[in-house]
């Protein structure tokens, strides 16, 4: 008889698609599975390969998450948020409003059990994730007019996403659902009066300053948004255990290179942005607390017949508190010190 | 002839050993090693091991890159400006006054060229690394009485690390040497003064508050210091190209997850040392400004003689201007208001 190879052949040909939520054209965030995909391939000469499907590829962006859940496709790269109309506890997994900021996100995520708590939950739809990318805090969006008041804000027709759509309805905005690529018009026509869409990078790709330069912060909806890497849950399951532990560990790896390319590329972009007539403006204290009210009322009313949701978001409340408790201290001085040496020219 | 199987092994057999300079009791930071030691073994089946070694098991912790470098070991876990006696650009890899936070420095290294230039640097020395861990912004220490004034600080004798030793001798502080089990009597006796160790976490396993209560931050000598995997250089090269390319994404993983470990431990570190008696304090705006100026003038002095020095703090200072300016927008903004909700009790 033929011996065997000594060692068994750890590496087995795996093909798996991975159907994204973004247009190419958004190389930080669409370039994150790409990022993904490279380090699983390379680590296993080339044996496990993701192939990176752009949204509208095979599914329309905003249905990655469910052709993963059906099996379509093995992998999804998107914002667990957009799927937040089946259920809102969906949107925990990404973003809330005035929920942590992308370190605080990830301290929960990685070491609070958040993970777990998401996929408790995702387990219920057929998938099973891991955070793969932030953004950071998001900027508040581009608006036609200034607003200062919570006066202001009433009728306005604003493009923003769907959880936080259902925060600033209270404040009397009228939400507006628009895909990105038709933003542009809809300001310009007067269609829409605001839209927001990422941050000084993504957002100086599409001009919006000249329909509507003013550039408010934060966006208080999305302080640290986690893009997630969704599996399938029985394909994950079927995988060797080693390409299991390579999916975590290139997760993230990549979760945390697409907020270092973000923080890399943001301040050249705010410039720029600033220098095409992008006029910043912070949204006031008045407008900020109206939205944080209005948000603890939509978090009593859902968790009050949610327990899915309930249950997550008691553990992002539990760590909040304690967070922004501690980040208070050394971080928030030492980068208040910095930030006067940079508006004192000093740095 | 036998035929060779279909397809070649591509997890060879490797055992390499690890020096950490850190003891096993600081879980967070010698145990970034044992993370990334994880990660590697199991995406390869186990045929990928990396030892980890605790400071003094094979060297002392403080000699662990030079393990590394003479080939004693291949690989050390350790903070590059342990060596900045040697040359002061050992520093620049890890953290030195007043430059960048952890996420700057993250960014900074994985998109803004700096993982190269260190490199570059590390490439003299028979090393390559990669980050492996960032404790964020950390504090300024442990102090027996308050301080005040820039005058309070003359004739202080400070257990403080090496280059920003060299900082605030300039303003009259007599830096002291003293490794991390020896702090505590030399608090008590009175034989120093002062003494920084890390962070909350790491800090409230010692027990200084009972000896020296007030509890300075920020500590601006780290804003954001980066903990490195080391590497053997020939050794590395020898790898296998899937190897690398693990070894750089379980490293990426694993810096990411030490930084993430203390953002979720920090915060009740914080709560129980001010129970158990630790005094906040903020240093002054006239001891920050006067040390950001004293670090200046040692930042003149080394550039002016030493090009490797030079080539990499100018690439720091010149993000750093950007940075800081971005951050003060959407983050700053965000932080601020969740910050004030904390103050107010709202959270």
Known sequence: ????????????????????SFPKSLDTIYGGAEVF????????????????FAAGEI???????????????????????YY????????????????LNARGMNAWQYHGGGIDLFNEFLATQGLIGFPGGNTGVQMGGWFRKEINTVADMKGLKMRIGGFAGKVVEKLGVVPQ???????????EKG??????????????????????????????WEGGPTVHLL??????????????????????????NMLQKYDYLNPAAIKQLVANGAQLRPFSQEILAACFDAANE??????????????????????????????????????TFMMVQQRGGKL
Chains 1, 2 share one sequence.
């Open 59 to 81: 599914v329309p962006g905003l249905q990655a998450a469910d052709a993963a859940a059906s099996g379509t496709v093995e992998a999804a790269h998107t914002v667990s948020y």
């Open 177 to 187: 659902q628009i895909a990105g690529g038709d933003i542009y018009p809809a300001l």
């Open 191 to 220: 269609t829409i009066d605001a839209a927001e869409w990422v941050g000084p990078y993504d957002d100086a790709k599409l001009g919006f300053q000249k329909v509507a330069p003013f550039y408010y912060y934060p966006g208080w």
């Open 298 to 335: 939509v978090y009593a009313e859902i968790t009050a017949s949610n327990a899915n949701f309930k249950k997550i978001w008691d553990s992002i409340v539990a760590f909040r508190k304690e967070y922004y408790l501690n980040m208070q201290i050394a971080e928030y001085n030492y980068d």
């Open 1 to 20: 008889t033929l011996a065997a190879p000594a060692i068994a052949q750890s590496n087995p040909k795996v093909t798996w698609r991975l159907a994204s």
């Open 37 to 52: 995909s490279k380090m699983v391939s390379e680590a296993t000469d080339g044996n496990f390969e993701v192939q990176v």
């Open 231 to 256: 599996f399938n849950k029985a394909k994950f399951e079927e995988l060797p255990k080693n390409y299991q532990s390579l999916v975590r560990t290139a997760a993230q790896a990549e979760d945390a």
């Open 84 to 99: 937040w109309g089946k259920d809102p506890t969906w949107a925990l997994g990404a973003a809330v409003p005035f929920a």
